[in-house]
Nanobody, 121 residues
């Protein structure tokens, strides 16, 4: 049974930083693309970025240069370092796992429960 659990969300002022973690179990972690998505109430889930098994990354334009994804295959954990946060980054952030490359949520088979990030102005 695959389980994925995010942590590290919270409230931060604009310009601040947060680091999210996602611990995965029940899958061969190093074989999966790991991604972060975010979603506001009433909106579609939005791709933030992804990382492959060799730590090659790809980001959405909206976060490029501010967010960094990394992974520790020994710990089955993926991270999202968020710097220079803006109020518009306020969302629920989800980690996801996929055996295929993609930016659509439909490409991802496994999901965490999400963690709230709130950026105050």
């Amino acid at each position: 049974q695959v389980q994925m659990e995010e942590s590290g969300g919270g409230l931060v002022q604009a310009g601040g930083s947060l680091r999210l973690s996602c611990a995965a179990s029940g899958l061969t972690f190093s074989s999966y693309y790991m991604a972060w998505f975010r979603q506001a109430p009433g909106k579609e889930r939005e791709f933030v970025g992804r990382i492959n098994w060799s730590s090659s990354t790809y980001y959405a334009d909206s976060v490029k240069g501010r967010f960094t994804i990394s992974r520790d295959n020994a710990k089955n954990t993926v991270y999202l370092q968020m710097n220079s946060l803006k109020p518009e980054d306020t969302d629920i952030y989800y980690c996801a796992a996929s055996r295929v490359i993609g930016v659509s949520p439909r490409s991802y088979a496994y999901w965490g429960q999400g963690t709230q990030v709130t950026v105050s102005s």
